[in-house]
């Protein structure tokens, strides 16, 4: 198993391997029962999403054409929520 995307926490990771088994590929959530010991580990790293190595691959390919939360250079803010602040 390879971990194919370290997940902010545990809801983050399950919407990446739904995504993944959706595509057809077998995936593993790796740590999400230590979020109960937060306080105790450190609270980042802890919940990653793995794939088998054969897998790796196509993977990679169906995580790069997700949104995952990242901005473009190229979003522009919305007009009418900066009309409501304004």
């Not at 990446?16 to 590929?25: D, M, N, R, T």
């Not at 691959?57 to 995580?63: R, V």
């Not at 939360?69 to 007009?79: K, V, W």
Request: with cysteine.
């Amino acid at each position: 198993m390879r971990v194919v995307y370290d997940a902010a926490n545990v809801v983050d990771a399950h919407l990446v391997k739904h995504a993944l088994e959706a595509a057809g590929l077998p995936v593993f959530v790796r740590g999400e029962y230590l979020t109960g010991a937060l306080g105790e580990l450190p609270m980042s790293g802890l919940v990653q999403v793995c794939v088998p190595d054969a897998a790796w691959d196509e993977a990679q390919i169906c995580l790069a054409g997700l949104d995952l939360g990242r901005a473009s250079p190229d979003d522009e803010p919305d007009s009418a929520i900066d009309g409501l602040l304004a």
